[in-house]
């Protein structure tokens, strides 16, 4: 709903004479015209009134533009420069900033190469599979000091985000999405909220609804000095914007899932994780991802049946209802299970445990569990940081053993497969970590990885920054260790990555598809964990 006439601001904005005497590039939103000139961005809020959303009048954009500012220099301090006025002035010109009387409001921001839009790296494969893990921290540290929203999240506001995406099926989706497939998903996605109202208000209770971002998808994230930053969070509403932070995280792993970049999403969701330690929210995670799909359906139906280009709009038409497939798909349900990846360092388990969680288990797939990483938490260090020998003794390593088994439980227990990436010498920890598949009800498969002295030597030379502290002399110590007692399925780990990823994946089909198999002579309703 168009409320004002901002015409004359638009023009006066669009002229190269206006905001720095540079050519004027031009980028539109639904809600936004943001005019890009020399160094700078202006944005300029439409004069718009929508049912969650109110930039009617000047003095509401201009209080609009305030937030914005606030809240975005929470994680983007060098693009946020301040709010300026559009000014009428005394000969009836228009100028910004001026001494003249205010009829319209600006964000001010350092203008930045789109290039760097992390959906234009998409787009273009060219997002670095690396810039992951930056960004697991970069979304954990503003989630971790985000305020927290005791009023808001929990149960009602997912039931209102499932609502208000039935009502946008309803009312936009008509022509465009297949009603059959709005009606069974809304079905859906109400029997998941019902499950998971418990937790979803015990969250809220535990502090993990937080003023988050609110629109975290990949188009609102830019390397900035090389630096994933997080820009353009929600300043219009705060119940948009107050939400369980997986939520938040929801998106943009969403968004990446879509485009087909699995290990992308696979590789910030483990960042993430093991970063916050949040396991307790993973029962949640289907229908958060849904709910991010289903909204995305939704809007993308708004946007084609607003769209005058045929081809566009028949694009945009496709786009929708691909959203609307993923978000019923999201509600499938995959069983969970449990893999241990053990070895000698130099092996390979970390670099095999990263190569088999994005295609499996749930998505964004299997959750990553290394003692190498729990072992820097509980020393309070960073994970480059160096421990000494003392830090890796018997003793020093059963609480962060037991750790791992606490949290591979935590992870299976939320539905998700867990894979246990340790070095289980000792046969007490590789029973361990069964003992936790069985208590669960879920399969077990545990893999030793072995390969010659000098192939694990070489490959500990040749390691560059990594979590483990592992070196020669290590190595040399574990080979002295009996290893004769271990059951686990044995993989030659001399090949190339690729081929022990490629073994270790059907080794793990085979199996799977035993325990379904009707000729498999166990019980189906006894459900006892496989273990190889």
């Known amino acids: 709903m168009i409320t004002e006439d901002q015409s004359a601001v638009v023009s ?45 009048t000047a003095d509401r954009r201009r209080c609009m533009c305030e937030s914005e500012v606030r809240i975005n220099r ?15 002035q005394a000969d009836g010109s228009l100028a910004i900033g001026g001494a003249g009387t205010p009829v319209d409001w600006l964000v001010e921001m350092a203008r930045f190469d789109q290039g760097g839009l992390l959906d234009q790296l998409a787009e273009s494969s060219a997002l670095p599979l690396s810039l992951m893990g930056p960004l697991a921290h970069a ?23 499932i609502d208000g995406n039935v009502a946008g099926f309803r009312d936009d989706g008509g022509g465009v999405l297949d009603p059959v497939k709005c009606d069974a998903l809304a079905k859906r996605a109400r029997l998941a909220l019902d499950r998971s ?71 910030l969701w ?53 959203y609307l497939t993923m978000a019923a798909d999201l509600l499938e349900p995959s069983p969970p299970s449990l893999i241990a990846v053990g070895g000698l360092s130099g092996s390979g388990k970390s670099t095999l445990a990263a190569a088999l969680a994005p295609s499996t288990g749930a998505p964004p797939g299997a959750v990553v569990i290394r003692t190498d990483e729990i072992r820097k938490k509980q020393h309070g260090v960073k994970a480059l940081d160096r421990l000494g020998q003392a830090a890796y003794s018997d003793e020093a390593s059963r609480p962060v053993y037991a ?23 000792r046969s007490a920890d590789r029973i361990a970590i069964e003992h936790v598949a069985h208590a669960a009800g879920t399969p077990f498969v545990g893999l030793w990885l072995e390969a010659p002295e000098q192939v694990l030597i070489s490959r500990v030379e040749g390691r560059g ?20 007692s271990i059951r686990w399925h044995r993989l030659d780990a001399s ?16 199996l799977s598809s035993a325990t379904r198999s009707p000729e498999s002579t166990a019980d189906a309703a006894d459900a006892r964990p496989l273990t190889v």
């Not at 929470?74 to 009428?88: E, F, S």
Request: glycine share 6%; net charge neutral; hydrophobic share 40%.
């Open 270 to 322: 483990n960042g993430y994780l093991a970063e916050t330690g949040d396991l307790n929210g993973l029962p949640l995670m289907p229908l958060f991802l849904s709910c991010r799909a289903a909204v995305m359906a939704k809007t993308t139906a708004t946007s084609a049946k607003l769209q005058d280009d045929a081809e566009r709009r028949l694009e945009l038409q496709a786009r929708a209802n691909e």
């Open 403 to 425: 750790t791992l088994m606490e949290q591979a439980n935590k992870v299976v227990r939320g539905g998700y497969v867990s894979i246990a990436d340790a070095v289980f010498v």
């Open 139 to 161: 979304i954990a540290r503003f989630h971790g000091t985000a305020e927290c929203r005791l009023y808001h999240g929990g149960w009602d506001a997912m039931r209102r985000v």
């Open 197 to 267: 109202s418990a937790l979803l208000d015990q969250r809220r209770e535990d502090g993990r609804v937080r003023h988050c971002h609110g629109d975290l998808h990949l188009r609102n994230i830019v390397l900035s000095d090389n630096q994933p930053t997080l820009f353009d969070a929600i300043e219009f509403n705060d119940e948009i914007a107050s939400i369980d932070v997986l939520y938040d995280l929801a998106f943009v792993l969403m968004d990446l899932w879509r485009r087909g970049l699995r290990r992308h999403a696979n590789a």
């Open 495 to 510: 090949g190339t990555h690729e081929q022990v990823g490629d073994e270790a994946r059907k080794l793990i089909h085979d």
């Open 465 to 484: 920054p990594e979590v483990s502290d592992a070196g020669i002399d290590v190595v040399r110590q574990q080979l002295t260790y009996r290893l004769d």
């Open 12 to 56: 006066f904005l669009s002229s190269p004479t206006a905001p720095s005497g540079a050519a004027v590039e031009r980028i539109d939103t639904h809600a936004s015209i943001v005019f890009l000139a020399g160094e700078r961005a202006w944005k300029l809020k439409r004069a718009v009134k929508y049912d969650y959303l109110d930039y009617s």
């Open 74 to 88: 929470r994680t983007a301090p060098a693009l946020y420069r301040g709010v300026t006025a559009v000014t009428r």
